[in-house]
């Protein structure tokens, strides 16, 4: 059994190359070229032969053609489809113009309201008239929205110098009766700003009264009880045995001073002392017994 990958082949030693021809498989098909391709259904429609639906976006094994026909130096292709129920066949070609496919014969197309907008059943391509002729249109409406835009604009700018206007007037006659009010009413003013200044003091007198009168009773007050506290400093002159009433007088003076001190404030004075507080024996809490000290 030989290798089926090989590096050398045996040549004969009779082998002549020339005298082998180049040999065809079959005669060259006539008509356009055309090839077999895997595609996908561009646009739904319904097969005429049976009814069957076919949707879009379907794959299929077509025939691509080739044609004479062109578009602006762009070629045409026809393809060539089979329905998935009756197996009619289908064509439909390329329309570079349109941008879109045409379907020729074995299907028709289904209604697609983007591409039909006057209600038509087919739609019918325009000419470079037709085409010229709406543009013109779009621009003439278009330029139509700019000055009605531009009107707009202008009677806005209008309105707002009016607005301006009518305010500066209004200002004006405004100021003007104010000035006209101060000239009939200043005498008035000039009355009710003299009784009001009148009032002001009166207030502030009242105010000084009141003050002076607390003033006088709390100064009537404080002297009633100086006179209590040497009444009873006097009531405490205590004399002494065997001398004359010197010493007495003397140590009454002082026990009447600290009494009026006493009495003038209603209550002793406050002592300011430390207090150390006693600290507690916890050692019989705890059956801890001191000796008794031998010195």
Do not use: H
């Amino acid at each position: 059994m030989s290798e089926r990958k090989v590096l050398t082949k045996y040549y004969p030693p009779d082998f002549d190359p020339s005298k082998i021809t180049r040999t065809r498989t079959g005669p060259k098909p006539p008509g356009p070229k055309t090839q077999t391709v895997r595609l996908m259904a561009p646009f739904s429609m319904k097969c005429t032969s049976c009814g069957e639906y076919i949707y879009k976006g379907r794959k299929f094994n077509a025939r691509k053609e080739t044609t004479d026909e062109k578009y602006l130096a762009i070629a045409i292709y026809r393809f060539y489809i089979r329905c998935t129920r009756c197996s009619a066949e289908i064509t439909f070609k390329t329309d570079p113009k349109a941008m879109d496919y045409e379907c020729e014969r074995g299907a028709k197309r289904n209604f697609e309201v983007w591409r039909n907008k006057d209600g038509d059943e087919g739609r019918k391509l325009e000419t470079e008239e037709e085409m010229l002729e709406r543009l013109e249109a779009e621009e003439a409406e278009r330029g139509g929205a700019m000055e009605a835009l531009e009107g707009k604009v202008a009677d806005a700018r209008q309105e707002m110098a009016i607005a301006d206007a009518l305010d500066e007037i209004r200002t004006r006659n405004a100021r003007i009766l104010r000035a006209e009010g101060k000239g009939e009413e200043g005498v008035g003013g000039a009355v009710d700003a003299a009784e009001k200044v009148r009032r002001e003091r009166e207030v502030e007198r009242e105010r000084e009264r009141v003050e002076r009168e607390d003033e006088e009773a709390a100064r009537r007050a404080f002297g009633r009880g100086i006179e209590i506290g040497d009444e009873e400093g006097g009531g405490g002159v205590v004399g002494g045995k065997g001398g004359d009433g010197g010493d007495g007088q003397v140590r009454g003076d002082g026990e009447g001073t600290k009494a009026k001190g006493a009495t003038v404030g209603g209550m002793p004075p406050p002592e300011f002392k430390r207090v150390v507080k006693k600290k507690k024996d916890f050692s019989a809490a705890l059956g801890i017994k001191k000796k008794p000290a031998l010195v």
